[in-house]
């Protein structure tokens, strides 16, 4: 019971919130300062969690999940901090919160799962409650759109992933995910299993926007309240992850012979078209998503390794990931809060209106690129070296290439705000935009210069994960 | 060990305490807090050598390192180590990264952004220190790829201007596709040594197991990551470009220090090469058509900058040749001298700049009366540059000759017949520029700036003598590289080579004598070709820019169109139903948003989960959802979820039929 305290604690919080907001109206700035608060508190119960299995097995908890739930408190915080300007537009400020809150404490959920339908419901709650937040901004129809194209399509894939569950059990005979594993284990597998995986794979493909899954992509980033944007693009990428972890690396090993071509492919290709349709972009959360997209195709190479050496490359790239990438909206946010919009030309000259936003986006730019001395450096190198001592050379030239590639659109950014000119008032952020900054810049700065901690908890989990 | 931690420290923290620094009091002292430090650093580096050069027994001098991170079970770590090689860099960078922050102190005078050159400065010499320090491959690359970021910014230093920024961005770009080579050889020395210490892949007993052909491929990918930083055949088309930063950046980085990091990483990895010998090969051509072309180049430049940079571009070929022949005696000794009096040139040039405002040629003359300082010592670092007895690059040179005539004839003739151009273009330049009738007055520069050109051209003048058995051949000693005896007749026929570039300079360009424009007419097709720069920027341009910017445009069309074109015809039908639908929309926008969801909410009640399996359903579906919501997409014009979800069930197909039936095809 005490492992699933940080969950409960989310939830505690949330409905925390909705309750202050009937007792006092009006106080939504204290109420997110109290989230981030909590969430700060979930964290360190976290550092406390028995490993073990709960509820007749249907959860469990381990290292892996705790290195997770850790990141997703921290990235839900600074979600939560960068959401004060954006939340003062809408009429709905503590169920605003709330729902964030929920979407944390289901991305939790969805890491412990270790059965098929606490796995689905898990990233249910997830999913729905991520419709409501895209379509928030209630009267700009981008986001409307957004909202309900996400919406269809995340039911049809959806479908799609009940499919290949409902096959995965007619096949075994079992929803759990350890049994699945040695049920697997006995036999050669047949059809019914095989498409049941693809399926499964096509499911989680949408999730984590794998070529050709990522079409929703573009549209709703560039719709949805850009801390939702922000969350979309690191939240639900990890949790989406972690799940196929558990499930295409872990229960469904003994396939691997068959996926790790179909694998292989869908990583290059992912990168591939990523990079090359974010040269092209002119809005920058656009130019944001399709980088997303190129960096799901990194992480892929993670699922095609073995699993030890798979799970600890991809949780550190994770890690470094999220707060390279949250730095990067936080930068977007503080633009286009003080009216900057978000087309790329908002970046003009910010290095004379705000030399430390303009320092703190050219680290987050480095660090999505790769280049030392900041954490991204590290994680490309850990993921790419794994991956050739795997075997893989010519997947990790492929994103080798790739991240040259990727450079040329971020250089673009900061070429924006070094060279180009412009007569743009300075920016002044928030106070709590600030702490996001400061928060995340610390985290790629120190991790890229001493990655040594995270890699060895990492490491960690993952033996612990792979036994 | 602390002494020598502190060699690149103290550049490191002078950097910060420039750069980061809020307070103006520090700001105003930048200069003296960057000189400061590289002053110690310099006197450190002395002590340095000195020690190595005392230094009995095998092994680096010092050595030290700390776990970075683990990866499997091997571990990475960060480390330093002295061995003569490296002391010998760390002398050439501090000496002249001193010796330019002095000479700054008046060229950079005035400017606006002072402060933070002094900061860019002391942040490339702490990488630049950092390379030569490193005793492992991987932190080599890492700071390779730092004092690249310096040289980037330090290039689009005056970026108001729009040729500096391009310029700075071709740098990065060009030296970048090197790197790729670069990194694939570190990564490929980790796969086959599992390890990325220098000590275990060049000294270890791997070295002699692993396949010639492995190794070959290690030395090439290596060599490529040198050749974009040493701007060596075809990736040289940077450096020209890179001289739009101010001139002792010039001096500093694009001549005597960055661009020999390609070189020093060749000698760094020497017991490599010579265990590849096709690699080594390669290396020597490559060198030889760099060093030939680019001299022919530097004969038809006008920049007086743009002289200089062909000429290290040839200079870097000589070296490369000096390697490639086997000798890396040769190399390193050329990289030193050749360190010194281009360093002096370029801050000779920048000093003339200083003073009649042009870098055209033909705008300058008689420049020897105003500036006697500049001219005398300039004189003496063309003297060296040619190979003149008894200067500097006189035995470098001989050194690198000799080397190429053991190795190949045609190299070696090649070379020579560079030798005679070095001599030609560089005497071109001095008689333009400092004889003849003077067009423009100039006045000498403030002893800030002369000072280090006088302690240049001593070194420039008698540094090539530690080669020589007068100092009992010392240099071939300390880098323990092969010692071949001196040829006479070799020293002779070079002498003769430069003393005959020198005269028809001399004909040419200050008697007249030779009517240039009647000999670059008699040759025109050639003299186009090289004036216009064997055309290498063009077809770098045709095939990487426009062919890169084409494939992106194809996908971007792919991506839009095709796809959707695809579903439309699918859906024309459903089409004209959301157009009757949309017509009706218009009136009723606002409750078009209520109206969809309501109508998702009863479509999915009514039709259920199942429906969605089928592709047929799925289309179906959309073909409803966009009568539903056509209006909005309308107005967004984009959206066509109907496509995104057609895709989905296509690839969810093809991964299906790839799964399943893959092992048949």
Known sequence: MFALLPELAVLALALAVLLGDLLRKGRARELAWLSVAGLAGAFLLTLRTTYGTLFTETLVADAFGVVLKQLFLAGTAVVILLSMREMERFAWKAEYLSLVLFVCAGMMLMVSANELITLYVALEIVTITLFILTAYRKRDALSVEAGLKLYVQGFASSGILLYGLSLLYGATNTTYLPAIAQALARGSPTATLLLGAVMVLAGFGFKLSIVPFHMWVPDVYQGAPTPITAFLSVGSKAAGFAVAMRVLVLALGSLQGHLIVVLGALAVVTMFLGNLLAISQNNVKRLLAYSTIAHVGYMLLALVMSPKVGAASLLFYLAVYTFANLLAFAVLIALSDAGGGEDISAFSGLVTRSPWLAVAMVAALLSLGGIPPVAGFVGKFYLFANAVREGFLLLALAGVVNTIISMYYYLRIVREMFIVKSAAPAVLPSFALKVAVALCLAAIVFFGLYPAPLLRSVEYAAALLVR | MLNVLLIPALPLLAAVAILFAASPWLRERASRIAIGAISVSFLLSLVV???????????????????????????????????????????????????????????????????????????????????????????????????????????????????????????????????????????????????????????????????????????????????????????????????????????????????????????????????????????????????????????????????????????????????????????????????????????????????????????????????PLTFWTFLIATLALAGIFPLAGFWSKDEILLAAWHHSRPLFFLALAGAFMTALYMFRLVFLCFFGAGKKHGHESPDSMTRPLLVLAVLSAVAGLVATPLFGNWFQVFIHGAHEEPSVWLMLLSTLAAGAGIGVAYLAYFRRAINVAVFTQAIRPLYVLVKNKYYVDEVVDLVFVKGSLLLGRVLAWLDHSLVDGAVNAVASVARLVSKAAALIDTYLIDGAVNFAGWLTRALSRVSGLFDLYVVDGAVNLGAWLTGGFSSLLRATQSGQVQSYVMVVFAGLAAIAVLVLFGGMI
């Open chain 2, 49 to 371: 050598l000195l020690q190595a050069s005392g230094h009995e027994g095998h092994g680096p001098l010092y050595e030290g390192e700390m776990r970075w991170l683990t990866l499997g079970t091997t571990d990475i770590s960060l480390g330093i180590m002295v061995d003569n090689l490296s002391a010998l860099m760390l002398v050439i960078v501090t000496l002249v990264a001193l010796l330019v922050q002095v000479y700054s102190l008046g060229y950079m005078h005035g400017d606006p952004r002072f402060s933070r050159y002094y900061g860019f400065l002391s942040l490339f010499t702490f990488s630049m220190l950092g390379l030569v320090l490193s005793d492992n491959i991987l932190q080599l690359f890492i700071f390779w790829e730092l004092v690249g970021l310096c040289s980037y910014l330090l290039i689009g230093f005056w970026n108001e201007k729009p040729a500096p920024q391009l310029a700075q961005k071709k740098a990065f770009l060009v030296t970048k596709a090197g790197d790729l080579g670069f990194f694939l050889g570190v990564m490929a020395i980790f796969a086959l040594f599992g390890s990325f210490r220098f000590e275990e892949i060049l000294a270890g007993p791997k070295l002699a197991l692993i396949a010639p052909a492995a190794l070959t491929f290690i030395a090439l990918a290596l060599f490529f990551g040198a050749m974009g930083k040493s701007a060596q055949f075809p990736l040289h088309i940077w450096l020209p470009n890179a001289m739009e930063g101010p001139t002792p950046v010039s001096a500093l980085i694009h001549a005597a220090t960055m661009v020999a990091a390609g070189i020093f990483l060749v000698a760094r990895m020497y017991p490599l090469f010579e265990a590849a010998p096709y690699a080594l090969a390669v290396v020597a051509i490559v060198g030889t058509v760099t060093l030939f072309m680019a001299a022919t180049i530097a004969l038809t430049v006008f920049d007086i900058k743009g002289v200089l940079a062909y000429s290290t571009i040839s200079q870097l070929g000589y070296m490369m040749l000096g390697l490639g022949a086997g000798s890396l005696t040769a190399g390193m000794f050329h990289l030193m001298t050749h360190a010194f009096f281009k360093a002096l040139l370029f801050l000779g040039a920048g000093s003339v700049i200083h003073a009649v405002h042009t870098q055209d040629l033909r705008e300058m003359g008689g420049l020897r009366k105003d500036m």
